[in-house]
């Protein structure tokens, strides 16, 4: 149901907002929180970049103990308002209310002053600092190294977030850089925290536990600012929520009262594509296009996870998944896979046939290899080129490259191309990389990735922070390299997502890989058994 479209001053928005609030609570609840001052309101807000009105006239309103969702597609304009309401982009135009006072966000140093912590989508780490270091300088200087370490152990711990503090980032999965900004979020006590899809790292138990976690901090006054396209996670969690759709508000809902169809029409303006997953029957007598033979790789480095007797095979017309908490191999498999990592055995990893543990990634490209990798800006697309240069990260054969010599109108052509099928929010092919929100620039670079008509696809973390619109696109368009004969090796934290798209599933955990199980007979519940590294005490409880 929408209860309301936010064009108008913020004062009737906010009553509309806390009316759905308040109907999920007691009487006395509701006359507390009616009667209580919003804990953030703004009015107005206004954002302009050269092209882009990324804020247009927004209206919000959260009250103390209220979880509020946001809602929209990749470039609705989140992010931005977001980064206004923390200080880290000053608004055009506008006001922003604090506990019912006028306030001036103009650093982060003062959104934490004031009691507003942020989990950005794009971390903003310092790779050659460790975790202590790092969580270090968000609180206040006072705080003693061994008391900060000993905090963040027993945040960890209670929350299903571990962290080893002295580990230096750079060392780290992308998964586990969001824990770090999650537990240095929580560390501040926080009166309004705004989180940016915190959940991916997680299994489903620890996201029940996260999920508890979040309501105590509700029932103890803290707001909560809740981005996510996981829409069942909204509906289960959320009091309200706030749906933007091209920089503009354009209604707020009770999510508990929508079927996640519906939210996703008001996101998104049409009804999503749905996807049509057929088992290929033939798929086990098909070609074997990838097989990890027995993959065995030490610690590259000291926080590294050894990877131990890694068997797996995809064959031709066939996806398969491996799911698992991030931190346990995803990443160190991923470098042995795409020729990053050269330290494996020739024959631990057959491409097409060919023995390819030892060949640089090119070579593995030149075996019909399409990878995309799980960290976007820094190893899928290099921040400060163009999309139109980008392009030639794996393109650098005719007609791209010709005699030696770059085409360049060929390139821009190419990512032009890109842009308008995947519809890419961009400026154009001449728009860089860091330009993009982070679902646009996946959805480039899978498109950059399937423009070669790969062999065999593998690809990290296909659809994290993507809208919904997004998502089913690219879930379309793995299904459809599928049909086309190509074998796809899908990694991913998302079980939904695993689960939509996979004829078998594995589970990565502690380094080992578990055995796979048709998606058909696989079960929630023992896939987050199995990231435990359960599998074995599991199949001998089954035949008990």
Request: charged share 20%.
């Amino acid at each position: 149901m929408l209860l309301a479209s936010r064009s108008g001053a913020p004062g009737p928005a906010s009553a509309i907002v806390l009316d759905s609030f308040c109907n999920g609570l007691s009487l006395t609840q509701a006359e507390e929180v009616t009667s209580t001052i919003p804990r953030l309101q703004i009015a107005h807000i206004r954002k302009a970049y050269p092209g882009v009105l990324a804020n247009d006239d927004i209206n919000l309103s959260v009250a103390p103990g209220e979880i509020h969702a946001v809602l929209g597609e990749n470039g609705a304009g989140k992010s931005t308002l977001m980064k206004i309401i923390f200080g880290t982009v000053k608004p055009d135009a506008g006001e922003i209310f604090w506990n019912g006072a006028p306030a001036h966000i103009a650093n982060p140093h003062i959104a934490r002053q004031l009691g507003i912590a942020m989990v950005f989508q794009h971390f903003s780490l310092f790779d050659t600092l460790t975790v202590a270091e790092n969580i270090a300088l968000g609180l206040a200087s006072d705080v003693s190294m061994p008391e900060l370490v000993a905090q963040i152990r027993q945040t960890g711990d209670k929350y299903g977030l571990e962290l080893e503090p002295h580990r230096h980032v750079h060392t780290l999965s992308v998964g586990e850089r969001q824990r770090v900004e999650i537990v240095r979020a929580l560390l501040t006590n926080p009166q309004l925290l705004i989180l940016d899809e915190p959940t991916s790292v997680l299994t489903p138990q620890a996201v029940d536990k996260l999920f508890v976690t979040l309501r105590k901090l509700a029932a103890e006054g803290c707001s909560i600012l809740y981005i996510s396209h996981k829409l069942d996670e909204i509906r289960a969690l959320c009091h309200s929520a706030t749906v933007m759709r091209g920089g503009r508000v354009t209604g707020i809902c009770d999510p508990r009262q929508e079927t996640s169809a519906g939210l996703s029409r008001m996101m998104i303006g049409d009804e999503l594509v749905r996807l049509q997953r057929e088992r290929n029957p033939d798929s086990m007598r098909s070609e074997r296009k990838l097989h990890i033979n027995r993959l065995c790789l030490p610690k590259a480095h000291l926080f590294a996870t050894e990877l131990k007797d890694i068997e797996c095979e995809v064959r031709a017309g066939e996806i398969v998944g491996i799911a698992g908490v991030s931190g346990n191999g995803q990443q160190e498999l991923l470098a042995a896979l795409s020729g990053e990592d050269q330290r494996a055995a020739p024959n631990m990893v057959m491409l097409a046939g060919s023995a390819a543990g030892q060949l640089a990634p090119n070579s593995r490209r030149a075996l019909g290899l399409g990878l995309v990798p799980e960290e976007r800006l820094g190893r899928g697309a290099v921040p400060t080129l163009d999309l139109a240069a980008n392009m030639l990260l794996s393109h650098q054969k005719p007609p791209y490259v010709k005699r030696g010599m770059i085409d360049f109108a060929y390139a821009r052509k190419s990512a032009a191309s890109i842009i308008e099928r995947f519809k890419v929010k961009a400026s154009g092919p001449g728009a860089l990389a860091k330009s993009l929100s982070g679902g646009n620039l996946q959805k480039f670079i899978v498109g950059r990735e399937l423009e070669r008509k790969p062999g065999v696809f593998i690809v990290a973390q296909p659809t994290w922070g993507v809208d919904v619109g997004a998502a089913a696109q690219i879930h379309a368009e793995i299904l459809a390299l599928k049909q086309e004969g190509c074998a796809v090796l899908i990694i991913s934290e998302e079980l939904d997502e695993l689960f939509a798209l996979c004829d078998r599933l594995h589970v990565i955990a502690k380094g080992r890989l578990s055995p796979s199980i048709a998606i058909e007979q696989a079960t929630r519940e023992q896939v987050g058994l199995w990231m435990s590294g359960l599998w074995q005490d599991a199949a001998e409880a089954a035949h008990a």
